[in-house]
Nanobody
Framework: QVQLVESGGGLVQPGGSLRLSCAASGAIFRINAMDWYRQVPGKQRELVAAITTDGNTNYADSVKGRFTISRDNAKNMVYLEMNNLKPEDTAVYYC???????????????WGQGTQVTVSS
């Protein structure tokens, strides 16, 4: 099986910083795109940032210039550096990855369980 586990969430004051990490483990042959999403109660889950295998990135307009996504392909990890955090960034953050398992020739999406980020004074 494949598991994605996020870490690094917590409570931070406005203007502060946090770094989220997501580790993928299990019977993994290769990982394609890796993304970070976030969700607040009553709203749809939204894409925050995405990164391809060769490092091309894409960001939601609301986080451009403040968030940075990166990955370590050797370790099957993806990171989200969040700076100048605002109260509206408060949400549960999820990582997602397109994974090809050892026993498969296709890629399937896998999700982590989420980590809470709260921005408040």
């Amino acid at each position: 099986q494949v598991q994605l586990v996020e870490s690094g969430g917590g409570l931070v004051q406005p203007g502060g910083s946090l770094r989220l990490s997501c580790a993928a483990s299990g019977a993994i042959f290769r990982i394609n795109a890796m993304d970070w999403y976030r969700q607040v109660p009553g709203k749809q889950r939204e894409l925050v940032a995405a990164i391809t295998t060769d490092g091309n990135t894409n960001y939601a307009d609301s986080v451009k210039g403040r968030f940075t996504i990166s990955r370590d392909n050797a370790k099957n990890m993806v990171y989200l550096e969040m700076n100048n955090l605002k109260p509206e960034d408060t949400a549960v953050y999820y990582c997602r990855a397109d994974v090809r398992r050892l026993i498969s020739s296709s890629y399937y999406p896998y999700w982590g369980q989420g980590t809470q980020v709260t921005v408040s004074s």
